[in-house]
């Protein structure tokens, strides 16, 4: 699934979205010999993590922190290596192994995500370790940035090169792939899906478990997905949650992304305009043409924020698009709209889109963790670029990309008058990279592995449900579907329902039939259980 990234080279985390996407991997690799079972791998394999206090973080005092070692190249394992970083909760109950998760993204980083939503997952701590991880690029595991470029491209007026002038734009995302390389270090040509998957492979191992038990939300259910094609005889109980695409080009996934975010755009404006304190009024239409004029007029005339960056239309459409992934956020997200439609107050938004530059940095050569506070701050969007690029083989050149823009911009315009500009700017930005692996939509398929979950929520405004139906069908017999009549990105955190049905899986192997599912969360707050 393809995330938001800021359409300005400074990839402030305001303009970011969601999580979901693909990798700057030169090919694919093959499946063959990736079992540890070669001596080269072997030292690999034989590793044990060694859990302590997880020093100079801001985590819960009950969160351990480990490392893992892989090596940079597949192709090449008794050459450099890289560290990965790892944490977990412990088992409460009786052990029988670990669970490990992955929040999606690409780019989440696991390790500050488990300890600010680990809450969540308290439950699963009955039968296992529940671990998480920053996947190679990605947080503390040799993270990539692409520095703090200003050269922008944009849709807009407002900032950096316009839509209008498509060789500047090439030239820009020429611009910023060569920043990004240069900011990035080794670790950039060989970060993505593939060699992740082959990374959760050690991490298994080096926890002890004889199979991988996985939980993947959004952009880690393709990581799942690829894992499973990879190495089927090492699947446990795997549950994917807001299921990714491994079929659809980069174009049709960002147009599937713009109609679902105006789909919940749309959805948010109905439901503020009940209100009569909704900074937009009472009449859903022309509250949602006031949206698109208060881009615009943002993107032409930046309101000051006071954190040295102005706020802009673009980072507005960042911030709705972060506040439109749960219906829990809309209150917030409403009274955050009124001080800025009413007073041009930018703190409300910016608390769903932290603005800020990244800092100059340079990728370590060692593969070792770096401090948490020497992560660049636009590590979350260069790697989801780069892991996004890295597992899509499509690369149009100059000529081709020139003729077809137009008819883009329409198709993305028509999808999605707020959030198709940004969505384009997405599909555009793996110019001038490296053409990016096969491996996904031409080997995961039919995998021969127990059963496993999918999880699709009707109302998911980043991974429609359709998706879900699909990676079922091409994963084969195997995928069992679960649907979520729901609202929002994903179903774990927000349905009780679905929150029981993994539990129940993961904890006791208890798979409900395909086909069955959960209502919208209500008075009862649960689900229907068959057909």
Not at 44 to 70: H, I, N
Not at 323 to 344: C, H, I, K, M, T
Not at 413 to 437: H, N, Q, W
Request: hydrophobic residues 35%; charged residues 20%.
């Amino acid at each position: 699934m393809l995330a938001t990234l800021s359409t300005r080279l400074t990839l402030r985390r305001s303009a970011i979205i969601s999580a979901v996407g693909l990798t700057l991997l030169a090919a694919g690799l093959p499946a063959t010999a990736a079992d540890g079972a070669g001596p080269d791998l072997a030292r690999f394999y034989r590793q044990q993590v060694a859990w302590s206090r997880c020093e100079g973080l801001d985590l819960p005092e009950d969160v351990q922190c480990g490392k893992v070692t892989v090596p940079l190249d597949y192709a090449r394992p008794g050459a450099a290596t890289l560290d990965l970083a790892l944490a977990r909760y412990r088992a409460t109950g009786k052990k029988r192994g670990s669970v490990l998760l992955n929040f999606g993204g690409p780019g989440g980083a696991g390790v500050a995500e488990l300890g600010v939503g680990g809450k969540d997952f308290m439950g699963l701590t009955n039968g296992y370790d529940v671990v998480s991880f920053d996947p190679r690029g990605v947080g503390r595991s040799s993270p990539v940035s692409c520095g703090d470029g200003r050269t922008g491209v944009t849709g807009t007026a407002g900032d950096g090169v316009g839509m209008d002038d498509p060789p500047a734009v090439l030239r820009q995302l020429r611009t910023l792939a060569e920043h990004c390389a240069r900011h990035s270090g080794p670790v950039l040509p060989h970060i993505g899906t593939v060699n992740a998957s082959r990374d959760l492979d050690v991490i298994r191992q080096a926890l002890g478990d004889r199979k991988l038990n996985y939980l993947g939300f959004s952009y880690g259910t393709r990581l799942g997905a690829v894992y499973a094609a990879q190495f089927p005889t090492k699947v446990g109980r795997f549950v994917l949650d807001g299921v990714d695409t491994l079929t659809e080009s980069m174009a049709e996934q960002g147009v599937a992304g713009a109609e679902g975010q105006q789909r919940a755009l749309d959805d948010f404006v109905g439901w503020c305009a009940r209100d009569v304190a909704c900074p937009f009024g009472q009449d859903p239409r022309e509250g949602r043409a006031q949206v698109v004029r208060l881009v615009r007029s943002l993107d032409e005339d930046p309101v000051p924020t006071g954190f040295g960056d102005d706020f802009t239309g673009q980072d507005l459409v960042g911030a709705l698009g972060q506040a439109l992934y749960s219906r829990r956020l809309w209150p917030s997200l409403e009274r955050a709209l009124a001080s800025l439609v009413e007073d041009g107050d930018t703190s409300g938004v910016l608390r769903f889109a932290s603005g800020g530059m990244a800092p100059a940095f340079r990728a370590r050569d060692g593969g070792g963790l770096v401090d948490a506070d020497d992560v660049p701050l636009d590590n979350l969007p260069a790697a989801l670029m780069a892991i996004n690029c890295a597992d899509d083989p499509d690369r149009p050149d100059a000529a081709r990309l020139t003729g077809e823009l137009p008819g883009l911009r329409a198709e993305f315009d028509r999808a999605s008058p707020v959030f198709g500009r940004s969505r384009l700017i997405e599909v555009l930005m793996c110019y001038g990279r490296p053409k990016g692996t096969d491996y996904i939509r031409d080997r995961v398929r039919a995998v021969a592995t127990p059963q496993m979950l999918l999880v699709g929520t009707r109302g998911d405004p980043a991974t429609p449900y359709r998706w879900t139906v699909e990676t079922a069908r091409r994963l084969g017999p195997s995928a069992v579907v679960l649907d979520n009549r729901g609202e929002g990105h994903t179903g774990y955190s927000s349905s009780k329902c679905v929150h029981a049905k993994v539990d129940a899986f993961l904890l006791y192997g208890g798979l409900p039939p395909t086909g069955s599912s959960c209502g919208p969360e209500g008075g009862s707050g649960g689900g229907s259980g068959g057909g």
